[in-house]
């Protein structure tokens, strides 16, 4: 967490610290910067990242040239400059892959990459890999629309953190009780049509109260309630229906909280 002032290229270099040799970072399209790309090579890892062809020069060239894949120099922009000089980077351009993946809905996706060895690493597995970031976005999903994580009860800086943390803490605690529920629950889901999951919004709202008592109750009663609450979860799951896809709504996005006006949930 940090003032709205820090860019949230600033704040995953800071995480990038902790990547290690031959790691591989999935980035959205919202991160890519030269100077960024040297941190992570910097630190022997490797990136792919969605990229706007609007972005570089060299990004719309590809786009326009309706190749599958290319190799190319992104060359760094006087910020890029100035933060590779802070970090003690090298200005020099950087060696990138670019792969064009066309998704099911027939929309051109740019992909760019430090995996430049067609041989090792062929086009065709960067569909399935950046697929892997899906699970991420629908975890935002739950922070910021089924907890409210930036639903704030006040506004000093002790009070942020207060609210971030415990909504982070019911997360973890709603997912670990649900993982002793996950055979059971495909155990009971053999017979129907479809494999069902845990309903994880409605888990979240089941623990709500339960968390209260777990801190206040005896060992004895704590294993009791989860085994209850664990039982509940069994029975709150949803199929998994293959092959649904929904195009995304771009809107204009609007406050969504009031401090005014407390939630009762």
Same mark, same amino acid.
């Given at each position: $967490?940090?003032?709205?002032?820090e860019?949230?290229r600033?704040?995953?270099a800071f995480?990038f610290?902790k990547l290690?040799?031959h790691?591989l970072? &999935?980035?959205?399209?919202?991160y890519? /910067?030269?100077?960024?790309?040297?941190?992570? $090579?910097?630190?022997g890892?490797?990136?792919?990242?969605?990229?706007? =062809?609007?972005r570089?020069s060299?990004?719309?060239?590809?786009?326009?040239?309706?190749?599958?894949?290319a190799? %190319?120099?992104?060359?760094?922009?006087?910020?890029?400059?100035?933060?590779?000089?802070? $970090?003690d980077?090298?200005? /020099?351009? %950087?060696t %990138?892959?670019l792969i064009? +993946?066309? &998704?099911?809905?027939?929309e051109?996706?740019?992909l760019?990459?430090s995996?430049?060895?067609?041989k %090792?690493y062929?086009?065709? !597995?960067?569909?399935?890999? =950046?697929?892997?970031r899906?699970? +991420?976005?629908?975890?935002?999903?739950?922070?910021?629309?089924? !907890?409210?994580?930036?639903n704030?009860s006040?506004?000093?800086?002790?009070?942020?953190?207060?609210d971030?943390?415990?909504?982070?803490?019911s997360?973890? &605690?709603?997912? +670990?009780?649900?993982?002793?529920?996950?055979?059971?629950?495909?155990?009971?889901?053999?017979?129907?049509?479809y494999?069902h999951?845990?309903?994880?919004?409605?888990? !979240? /709202?089941?623990?709500?109260?339960?968390?209260v008592? &777990?801190?206040n109750?005896?060992?004895?009663?704590?294993?009791? =309630?989860?085994?209850?609450?664990?039982?509940?979860?069994?029975?709150?799951?949803? /199929?998994?229906r293959?092959?649904?896809?929904?195009p995304?709504?771009?809107?204009?996005?609007?406050?969504r909280?009031?401090?005014?006006?407390?939630?009762?949930?």
């Amino acid at each position: $967490m940090a003032p709205k002032s820090e860019g949230e290229r600033e704040l995953a270099a800071f995480q990038f610290l902790k990547l290690q040799p031959h790691d591989l970072i &999935l980035l959205d399209r919202g991160y890519p /910067a030269h100077w960024l790309f040297k941190a992570v $090579m910097s630190l022997g890892a490797q990136f792919c990242a969605r990229i706007s =062809y609007k972005r570089w020069s060299a990004i719309k060239k590809f786009y326009k040239s309706g190749k599958p894949e290319a190799i %190319v120099q992104i060359h760094p922009t006087g910020v890029s400059k100035q933060k590779c000089r802070e $970090m003690d980077f090298d200005t /020099a351009s %950087v060696t %990138v892959r670019l792969i064009r +993946v066309t &998704l099911d809905s027939g929309e051109t996706e740019i992909l760019v990459t430090s995996l430049i060895d067609q041989k %090792v690493y062929p086009k065709d !597995l960067f569909k399935v890999l =950046y697929q892997r970031r899906w699970p +991420v976005e629908e975890d935002y999903k739950t922070l910021k629309y089924r !907890l409210q994580i930036e639903n704030f009860s006040g506004k000093i800086v002790h009070s942020v953190y207060q609210d971030f943390h415990a909504k982070v803490f019911s997360k973890n &605690l709603t997912a +670990v009780i649900a993982t002793t529920s996950r055979e059971e629950i495909i155990k009971k889901s053999e017979d129907l049509k479809y494999t069902h999951q845990l309903n994880f919004a409605q888990a !979240l /709202a089941k623990m709500k109260d339960t968390i209260v008592m &777990l801190f206040n109750s005896s060992r004895k009663k704590r294993i009791k =309630y989860v085994e209850q609450i664990s039982e509940i979860f069994i029975q709150t799951t949803e /199929a998994i229906r293959p092959n649904r896809k929904y195009p995304r709504r771009h809107r204009v996005k609007q406050t969504r909280f009031y401090l005014e006006y407390k939630t009762t949930c």
